[in-house]
T-cell receptor
Framework: DAKTTQPTSMDCAEGRAANLPCNHS???????VYWYRQIHSQGPQYIIH???NNETNEMASLIITEDRKSSTLILPHATLRDTAVYYC????????????FGQGTTLQVKP | DAGVIQSPRHEVTEMGQEVTLRCKPI?????LFWYRQTMMRGLELLIY????????DSGMPEDRFSAKMPNASFSTLKIQPSEPRDSAVYFC??????????FGPGTRLTVL
């Protein structure tokens, strides 16, 4: 599975959009981009995933560049409860179930 | 659905004792994963099952660790004998699709 690079930490003002970048320049054509988050003292939580098209659900939007070498997770109206570590993971859908969690981005939403 | 259920939530034991962690996956999910999380090593996959069969146990640190899934609704992770370096939070997760995993609340294990 391709390796990902994320900033170590980011801040966002409450009510504003949080844009979390992820670089996956070695991604292959059949690898998906997954995003998870982990709120302090809780288990990781699945957010969203995509292959090449932009995706949106009730939690977030995922924007994948045309060359698929990077993506951005967007939380449209960040709240204090969105403070968490956000993980970007690339994996083959047809692969085994293994998810490799890196260090992620610590997002601090501030009032 | 209640989500993934883990027990106990906290376990404190002494070095050399046997520890058993339990997990009940979400009904209908046929993948089950065990992870360990520490400050030093982050979140690591230990083992995972598909349809109750262990598929990849390459993350199990050593023979002191064992995991079983006797049926679709129950799994255990056992450490025997336990050591202080096993202190960590252990998560169980289940999924219908391999990449979309739902995690339990975790078991915080402290080995004295």
């Amino acid at each position: 599975d391709a390796k990902t690079t994320q900033p170590t930490s980011m801040d966002c003002a409450e009510g504003r959009a949080a844009n979390l970048p992820c670089n996956h320049s070695t991604i292959s054509g059949n690898e998906y981009v997954y995003w998870y988050r982990q709120i302090h003292s809780q288990g990781p939580q699945y957010i969203i995933h995509g292959l090449k098209n932009n995706e949106t659900n009730e939690m977030a939007s995922l924007i994948i560049t045309e060359d698929r070498k990077s993506s951005t997770l967007i939380l449209p109206h960040a709240t204090l409860r969105d403070t968490a570590v956000y993980y970007c993971i690339v994996k083959l859908m047809s692969n085994t179930g293994k998810l490799i969690f890196g260090q992620g981005t610590t997002l601090q939403v501030k009032p | 659905d209640a989500g993934v259920i883990q027990s106990p939530r906290h376990e404190v034991t002494e070095m050399g004792q046997e520890v058993t962690l339990r997990c009940k996956p979400i009904s209908g999910h046929d993948y089950l994963f065990w992870y360990r999380q520490t400050m030093m090593r982050g979140l690591e996959l230990l083992i995972y099952f598909n349809n109750n069969v262990p598929i990849d146990d390459s993350g199990m640190p050593e023979d002191r660790f064992s995991a079983k899934m006797p049926n679709a609704s129950f799994s255990t992770l056992k450490i025997q004998p336990s050591e202080p370096r096993d202190s960590a939070v252990y998560f169980c997760a289940s999924s219908l699709l391999p990449g979309t995993q739902y995690f339990g609340p975790g078991t915080r294990l402290t080995v004295l």
